[in-house]
């Protein structure tokens, strides 16, 4: 993506790769945490960007740069806080925004190339019996299991047999008693 982005602007629009490399740290390492989640992600890119950008229009002569630079990723964080998305690369990327170097073509970029990323998310993280993504949004997702073999869900040995064990440690059986 930034590869197009660069040739059809003549290298005035590009992605700075950083924020995303975090990005694809919580999406495929930390697949539970609430930051890596499809709808943290997405709204909390947008909501950063848009705040971020707009303490860009504030002229330099009541808002310096190096006060933008902190005021704009602090209201941003903020934020995303108080609406309930928060996501770190967005921190980062609210940073960059503040800065005034770039524009709402570069935000448009970063949001586009964050839900690209979700998808290869959902299918990726979905193969291992182990993972469920996104935990958030599943409303949909025990349609695609039901209808994807790859997806299925089996209980693995060890939790059955655990579940056994722990049953008849608290004088539960996992079968049905006859009364005599």
């Not at 290298?11 to 945490?33: C, H, K, N, R, W």
């Not at 229009?57 to 933008?68: G, H, N, T």
């Not at 209201?75 to 770190?88: C, E, S, W």
Request: contains cysteine; hydrophobic residues 40%; aromatic residues 10%.
């Amino acid at each position: 993506m930034d590869v197009l982005a660069k040739r059809y602007t003549d290298d005035e629009v590009f992605l700075l790769i950083g924020p995303f490399g975090a990005l694809m740290t919580l999406q495929y390492g930390l697949t539970s945490a609430p930051a890596s989640q499809p709808r943290n992600m997405v709204l909390g890119q947008m909501i950063a960007g848009a705040v971020s950008l707009a303490f860009t229009y504030i002229p330099e002569e009541y808002l310096s740069v190096w006060v933008r630079r902190a005021v704009g990723p602090a209201v941003a964080i903020t934020a995303m806080v108080k609406l309930g998305v928060p996501h770190p690369p967005a921190g980062a990327h609210s940073v960059i925004y503040s800065e005034g170097k770039h524009n709402w073509t570069f935000y448009g970029l970063v949001v586009l190339g964050t839900v690209f990323s979700v998808i290869p998310g959902i299918l990726l993280n979905n193969l291992s019996s182990k993972r469920q993504y996104p935990i958030f949004w599943t409303k949909w997702l025990p349609v695609l299991r039901e209808r994807l073999p790859l997806c299925r869900r089996t209980p693995s040995k060890d939790k059955l047999s655990s579940r056994s064990e722990s049953g008849s440690q608290t004088g539960r059986s996992s079968k049905a008693h006859k009364a005599p």
